[in-house]
């Protein structure tokens, strides 16, 4: 090895404290980096490969029913490449060991081939058989969540009758990767579940024999999904169409590409943040560690060294810093995304989501430390190398301090000598304090953020559970009923209220703009079901009109005074328009609301609901489940306790887990900011600082002036700190604003509490690391060495 | 009459120090020649170093003129003056400016990795008789021993001229003296032209020539002919 390279391994092994301190948090960077793009990138790759494989379809369509001949004009649309019709149909299982009624979604297979579209995955046991009207394949979390082996019969109410289907093959499908209750939160693979059953089974069990329900259509490549749509939409008009979507839209996909481009943001925005902090420490570190190698420098200019092989040297220490991030990072990285690989294995059903770091990503890390370091270290080696030798042979000039413009006669009676000491040294160094007080409020906002969304799905379950929806119980109908259902569900066991609840399905439309919902009716004093904005503010409902989700008017471009079209979707298909009467900045998916009995009105009917709302006595919460099982007209029955404890599990998991990394990526970052801090006044003033031992002053004395300026700076850092995570937070929020759901932004006292607590022990503990070294300080030979 | 390896005409050096304007050197015209052991005598601030610097290319001047053989130094650009160190010229301070984080002989392949025709490390240093200790580190050898490794780094590149900044400057005298042996005996063997910066006139007594400096101005040069060995030196 050449001497100048052998000085570079043995000057950073001197450094080592601080040359680790650097490159973890650039290795937190680059963590961050390989965790979300190599997640990004399994999880991208895994769906576009399972996409293929089972030939995932382009476009959806519900409706009524359709005789199959339909199917037929549906083929004839150009760029239709394929066309599977289906039945699909809701039910309620009566699995043993649960007192609230789980659900299924039964969707039709042929029986003697393999689906054209949304092919299913066969993880175990056998495809379904002709004649055996009971055999279905089950989705595979719901046999996993429920311990179930092939063979195994599930009851289920079928059309009001009760069969018990077989078990005879485990299976995913494309089409519900993300396999989610409608209307609900979080996937519950215990109380849910899809079963593919034989079509003319399906369609005899529903009446809908010689007819379908629900449509799946594969394109031609390149084809566009909007003109196959309103041609099919054209078609499925006189069955009762509820409007056709393109994958983009399909619950599944969505979710699934939310989370890749959230993935992508994340994974570009956090490391950069990260980088721009590493490559402030390094260059105070680096200025720092030049200074002291002046003498150094001078003598290998003296030896005839030209300015850029000294350079070159300097520079390698930051890039061997950077480096060594590198690999602990990408290791760290790989770890990380492991975890999280696992976390997305209980959220979505791949046949098999693997963790892969790719090439690319190692190479993309590597670069963006790469630019960090150099852009760290540049004007730092820069000083360093333009110095003329002559005058690096002298020692750096003594700095120059001056009274602070804080030190105010008032101020100063009260600040003491230690506290004058520590003011003129951070005022002396504006810009190196506050690089340090940047990289501590960094680390603050990281930390608050984490306890931020921790609070915002608190709030989230709050205001669903307790401001929006007060009911216990939500029982849907297979039909719209009249009065006489609600009186029969009074009389079940345990109800105590009971609120019908209409909504009808419609597309509402402004301009070419249009989205397909449903529109609900709400009376005028609700009880259970109320309107409520992101803060869980109530809003009430003006008598005629619509109110609109924030989220759904911009969609459509409208506000408060516009008018909107609706064409609803069922009983006659109204068409009308309507005046937008207010708008609420809602947090879940997009809604329109109308007085209950205008909505009755416009449908031309009586005081019918399609599902009720119910108050119960909780001790008979077991009796009512059982006798909800077996009522014919009901399609499901969701109890809200069940939905928060599913939530917070699914939510315990995943927050536990990114509050962790969140707090492992703040202590790096604060320990690296305050140890480098520290380090660099320690060595820039050991020598002062012994001369005050000398004089008489006690270790805790000395102590208290190194440390003081880490207070100092930790103490300005914190609301600093605190304002970043409010905007990060803000920023975070308004980029996970989507249509399905929206977070509301809640900072508590709390979160800020605990994010400058564990801010303040990292700066405590590498404060005490250092404070090792300041007790070891040697007073003789500090005063001797020649700096 | 020997050949001149430096002409030195009209040289002048002020620094700006704040406010203040120091002449570290007025007009000072001299001649070095080559393979001579010649002594710059001077007191603090006789700008001794900055006359020992201007010639080793670590500094320009403000005025005149500094030839070495053909070359106009004082003419040099930064890659010039680089160059010219790299090939012609070896230092010894009087700290002695070793990399603490190289052994001794590390510090000195230091230089013979960027030489043209370097003498080989170990070579250098037995001439200085530290080939025995040439795997220790600077904080491992005494005060006597980094300077004779420095003076070994500084021959390892085969230098035209040796200067040397004080190099006695932080020693006691039987340490000086074996490092004065060392210069002796690069001078004689090696016939490489050596310039030594002293405030200690004793140094003279072994010098071809003594250069005596005071307030930035040569006030006298001796030629002597009969050169003491270091030994013989009275402090």
């Not at chain 1, 034989?198 to 010689?210: N, T």
Request: proline fraction near 5%; include cysteine; charge should be neutral.
């Amino acid at each position: 090895m050449r001497p100048l390279n052998r000085k570079l391994v043995r000057d950073l092994l001197a450094m080592k404290g601080q040359a680790f301190a650097i490159a973890m948090v650039v290795a937190a960077g680059v963590a961050m980096f390989v965790m979300y793009l190599s997640t990004f990138d399994s999880l991208y790759r895994t769906r576009d490969a399972y996409y293929e494989r089972q030939r995932f379809g382009d476009v959806f369509a519900s409706f009524k029913r359709a005789p199959l001949r339909v199917a037929d004009a549906i083929a004839a649309i150009p760029n239709v490449s394929a066309v599977e019709t289906r039945v699909v149909a809701n039910v309620t299982l009566d699995l043993p060991g649960f007192d609230e009624p789980a659900s299924g979604r039964l969707v039709s297979v042929p029986a003697h081939r393999r689906p054209l579209v949304n092919d299913l995955f066969l993880r175990r046991g056998r495809w379904i058989e002709r004649g055996r009207p009971d055999e279905v394949l089950a989705s595979e979390g719901f046999v996993l969540a429920n311990g179930l082996e092939l063979g195994d019969r599930v009851p289920a109410v079928l059309n009001g009758r009760l069969r018990r289907l077989t078990i005879v093959g485990v299976a995913l499908s494309p089409e519900f990767i993300y396999n989610i209750r409608p209307g609900e939160l979080v996937p519950d693979d215990r109380r849910f579940g899809t079963f593919w059953m034989d079509e003319q089974a399906l369609a005899a069990a529903f009446d809908m024999e010689g007819g379908f329900n629900d449509v799946v259509l594969g394109l031609a490549p390149g084809a566009s999904a909007d003109e196959v749509m309103a041609r099919l939409d054209r078609i499925l008009e006189p069955y009762g169409g509820l409007g056709a979507i393109p994958r983009a839209l399909q619950l599944s996909h969505w979710t699934v590409q939310n989370e890749l481009s959230q993935l992508q943001t994340f994974g570009v925005l956090l490391p950069v943040i990260f980088m721009m902090v590493a490559a402030f420490i390094l260059n105070v570190a680096l200025t720092r560690a030049l200074a002291l190698q002046r003498p150094q420098i001078a003598s290998l200019k003296a030896l005839g060294y030209d300015n850029r092989a000294i350079g070159w040297h300097y520079l390698k220490w930051a890039l061997a810093i950077g480096l060594g991030g590198v690999v602990i990072g990408v290791v760290l990285g790989a770890m990380m995304g492991t975890l999280i690989i696992g976390l997305y294995n209980s959220f979505f059903r791949f046949p098999t989501l693997l963790f892969s770091v790719p090439f690319g990503v190692v190479v993309g890390a590597t670069a963006m430390t790469m630019v960090a370091a150099v852009a760290g270290a540049y004007t730092a080696v820069r000083r360093a190398v333009r110095l003329p030798p002559a005058e690096a042979m002298r020692p750096e000039v003594p700095a120059r301090y001056r009274r602070s413009l804080f030190e105010t006669p008032l101020v100063s009676r009260h600040l003491g000598t230690a506290g004058r000491m520590v003011l003129r040294n951070v005022v002396r160094h504006p810009l190196r304090a506050a690089a340090s007080v940047f990289g501590i409020a960094f680390a603050v906002a990281i930390l608050m953020i984490g306890f931020v969304f921790n609070d915002a799905i608190d709030r989230l379950m709050l205001t669903q559970f307790w401001d929006a929806e007060r009911q216990d119980v939500t029982v849907t109908f297979i039909e719209p009923r009249g009065e006489s259902a609600r009186y029969a569900l009074a009389r079940l066991p345990g109800v105590v209220a009971v609120e019908p609840q209409r909504t009808v399905a419609a597309r509402i439309r402004s301009g070419y703009r249009e989205r397909y919902l449903s529109i609900t009716g709400v009376p005028p004093t609700p009880r259970f079901r109320r309107i409520v904005d992101r803060d869980g503010r109530e809003i009430r409902l003006p008598p005629s009109g619509v109110v609109l989700s924030l989220t759904l008017a911009n969609v459509l471009g409208v506000v408060p005074g516009d008018e909107v079209s609706l064409d609803v979707l069922e009983g006659q298909r109204p068409t009308r328009r309507v005046l937008v009467t207010g708008l609420v900045d809602d947090i879940m998916g997009l809604s329109a609301y109308m007085d209950l009995a205008a909505l009755h009105q416009m449908m031309r009917e009586g005081e019918v609901a399609n599902s009720a709302l119910l108050l119960i006595d909780a001790a008979q919460e077991g009796e009512l489940a059982a006798e909800l099982k077996v009522l014919p007209a009901v399609a499901g029955a969701g109890f809200k306790r069940a939905v928060i404890q599913s939530f917070r599990e699914v939510m315990a998991a995943n927050m536990s887990v990114s509050i962790l990394i969140n707090l492992i990526f703040a202590a790096i970052i604060a320990f690296g900011v305050v140890y480098n801090a520290a380090r660099v006044s320690l060595s820039e003033r050991s020598r002062e600082l012994a001369s005050l031992r000398v004089l008489g002053f006690t270790r805790a004395e000395i102590s208290l002036i190194l440390m003081g300026e880490l207070a100092l700076l930790t103490l300005v850092a914190l609301p600093v700190g605190g304002l970043f995570g409010y905007a990060l937070s803000a920023a975070i929020v308004g980029m996970i604003d989507s249509e399905v759901y929206r977070f509301p932004l809640y900072v508590s006292r709390q979160a800020v509490a605990l994010a400058f607590l564990g801010i303040i022990a990292a700066t405590v503990f590498s404060g005490l690391v250092v404070r090792r070294q300041l007790d070891r300080l040697d007073l003789v030979a500090v005063l001797k060495i020649r700096e | 009459m020997a050949e001149a390896l430096f002409t030195i005409t009209d040289l002048g050096k002020v620094y700006h120090m704040g406010e203040v304007e120091v002449h570290a050197l007025r007009q000072v015209n001299l001649q070095l020649d080559e393979g001579k052991f010649v002594v710059l005598l001077g007191p603090s601030g006789s700008g001794k170093s900055t006359l020992l610097n201007i010639i080793g290319g670590l500094d320009v001047p403000t005025s005149g003129e500094v030839k070495y053989r053909d070359t106009v130094l004082t003419r040099a650009d930064e890659a010039g003056l680089t160059a010219y160190r790299r090939q012609h010229v070896g230092f010894v301070f009087q700290f002695y400016n070793l990399i603490p984080s190289l052994t001794a002989v590390e510090n000195v392949a230091l230089v013979t990795d960027i030489s043209e025709r370097p003498m080989n490390p170990g070579d250098a240093l037995r001439m200085v008789q530290l080939g025995e200790r040439q795997d220790h580190f600077p904080a491992q050898l005494s005060g006597g021993e980094q300077q004779r490794v420095a003076i070994a780094r500084a021959i390892a590149k085969r230098p035209s001229v040796l200067l040397c900044d004080e190099p006695t400057g932080a020693l006691d005298i039987s340490t000086g003296i074996v490092v004065l042996e060392a210069l002796a005996r690069v001078n004689s063997e090696l016939g490489t032209t050596t310039v030594v910066i002293t405030h200690n006139a004793a140094i003279g007594s072994m010098a071809d020539r003594i250069i005596r400096l005071a307030d930035g101005r040569v006030t006298a040069v001796e030629e002597r002919t009969e050169k003491l060995s270091p030994r013989e030196l009275v402090w």
